[in-house]
């Protein structure tokens, strides 16, 4: 029987509670999570195909666009890999992304920065993993925003992911942002994670190899999700 | 050999819906939003309804949460490829995801009844459905589990339940039956009555 998935390192997470983000003050809970090993329930989890997903679906430019018309701001793809902590690419994830327009604005009602909406971007996208774990999609890069935490708090530019794996287990949600953004080391939600080279997993790169000439600017982002500790013996073995 | 960190998590913010269920939160993409419906057809064992709230530390109940559940079907097989025992009831999904209600914030999951699994040893767990919290202010989403009320003697001999040391919070776990095939679980993020999280 599998051993199970590795345990996840709540150093390297962010806890619940960081008083600095302030919602997470009432919503974090008190008590210690209760360890188990992971069985089937967990080890399992839902598969999506790709003949679920529309020609458009990872491309946040044109994917709630007018006809002929195109989402305003810096034009980028993002593209990288979803790996598991053994370094294997992980097929077949399904990756959910959802960000503001480049004036920082998001389409909600709940949102109530004087940026304008953009008519021709909604601000999600979704794509499915290759063979290899590949991703790909094409944006606009999201502009920075403020929001009510402190007096003067803004997010750095970013964008949301959600990820499956093949497990319920590996489910992870996070944010993406940019290298070189001075705004990055002022957010209280990215000094929720405590350790500066876990924040930096989370920087994506500018990638000028796999820019498309008078298009589209490229940044990198790779996602690890939980690895199965039955790999790590096997490869062990392996190497013996 | 290479071995990576796993991603940081960080919080899902206050327009997971954006991204989750855009058609939720009234932005018209994709063909509907997943996880809306767990069945494709007729299902096998008893369909029942599961409702309930994700309250703060508060007692105030979030409007902007999402919770998804994945479970077995009724026969106690998981709807994935790497489920070895059997084959899975193929017009259940296993898997449900919801926004909750825009006035209440009343999460509602149509589904059925999950069979029994075996825990790693082999023993038979109770039904139960593994449920995932994340909403704004929520660093890493929150695993739990929704055992059921009236499955007392399933529930009496779980490898789970039986190691939990606090037994006055194991009512936490359990949803409660309101009505012939109508389920209440209630989540508490913090403070009296809340809820056991798992690090699983
Ligand atoms: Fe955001």
Redesign the pocket.
Known sequence: MSEGYIRRDRDWHPPALHTAYKTSVMRSPRAAPLSFPTSLGEETGPVFGHDMLGALDNDLITNFAQPGQMALGPRIIVQGRVLDENGRGVPGALVEVW??NAGGR?RHKNESYLAPLDPNFGGCGRVITDAEGRYEFRTIQPGPYPWPNGPNDW?PA?I?FSVFGQAFAQRLIT?MYFDGDPMIWQCPIVGSISQTAAIETLIAKLDMTQTIPMDARAYHFDIVLRGNRQTLFENRQEGS | MKYLKESPSQTA?P?VHIGCTPNFAGIRMYDGDLGATMKRGPVQGEEIVVTGAVHDGMGAVLMDAMIEIWQADAAGLYPSPREVRGRADPNFTGWGRSAGNPETGLFTFDTVKPGQVPWRDGTLQAPHVTVWIVARGINLGLHTRMYFEDETEANATDPILKRIEHRNRIPTLMARKTANGVYRFDIVLQGVGETIFFDI
């Open positions: 960000q503001a998001y997010r970013h949301h944010q | 913010g327009y």
